[in-house]
């Protein structure tokens, strides 16, 4: 698959996620910041979302393991209690996204 094809099936997802992010409203989030044990698919978005907003993880202890582990969901309830997530997440530079980044995920 060359870069032009990649490229061409991009676009679309793209264009769909920013429409879902478009219907998310402020009863969305506080529902979301208010949920003790999150499922982990939020919270892999929710990782990620910090990762492209420079927010920096907690390390914690894994009771389970007895090892410290990067944990995202601090900060992304500290992110979702400030007024401005939903303007932060709407106005991102998409073309910002970088290898730098993904890595980070």
């Not at 879902?20 to 939020?42: F, G, H, Q, Y």
Request: charged content about 30%; proline content about 7%; glycine content about 4%.
């Amino acid at each position: 698959m060359d870069c032009q094809e990649k490229l061409d099936n991009a676009i679309p997802l793209k264009l769909q996620a920013e429409e879902a992010l478009k219907s998310i409203s402020k009863n969305d989030i506080t529902e979301i910041r208010t949920v003790l044990k999150p499922p982990p698919d939020v919270v892999m978005v929710m990782s990620a979302v910090c990762v492209l907003l420079n927010r920096e993880p907690e390390k914690k202890m894994d009771n389970a393991t007895g090892k410290k582990v990067v944990d995202y969901w601090g900060p992304t309830q500290k992110l979702m209690n400030g007024g401005e997530f939903l303007s932060l997440l709407l106005n991102y530079p998409s073309e910002d996204v970088n290898e730098k980044h993904i890595k980070g995920l």
